[in-house]
Nanobody, 125 residues
Framework: QVQLVESGGGLVQAGGSLKLSCAASGRTSSIYSMGWFRQAPGKEREFVAAISWSIGKTYYGDSVKGRFTISRDNANKRVSLQMSALKPEDTAVYYC??????????????????WGQGTQVTVSS
């Protein structure tokens, strides 16, 4: 089993920045990629970004491309999401996730087996 714990959420004004972090523990040797998703009230969970552990290859959802940056710390099994130029529509609960196996950059919710508890990000206008 893998446990994921997010941190770093909060309230920020539009145009500001915020950095989220996700710490992985447990059977982390089985993790080859990780991702971030978000879910706004009344909306479906949305893919945000993914990264591969080995070479750090990244992939982003269209709504955050150019504003968000995902990175990883292999030694500490931690993945971060640097969010800049935040907009009110970025308001959501943000979740980090890991697939059960494989190092592909998965973008669908069902492709991930492990999830954190989520951290709230609120962007005020």
């Amino acid at each position: 089993q893998v446990q994921l714990v997010e941190s770093g959420g909060g309230l920020v004004q539009a145009g500001g920045s915020l950095k989220l972090s996700c710490a992985a523990s447990g059977r982390t040797s089985s993790i080859y990629s990780m991702g971030w998703f978000r879910q706004a009230p009344g909306k479906e969970r949305e893919f945000v970004a993914a990264i591969s552990w080995s070479i750090g290859k990244t992939y982003y959802g269209d709504s955050v491309k150019g504003r968000f940056t995902i990175s990883r710390d292999n030694a500490n099994k931690r993945v971060s999401l640097q969010m800049s130029a935040l907009k009110p529509e970025d308001t959501a609960v943000y979740y980090c996730a890991a697939p059960a196996s494989g190092g592909m950059l998965y973008t669908y919710e069902y492709e991930y087996a492990y999830w954190g508890q989520g951290t709230q990000v609120t962007v005020s206008s």
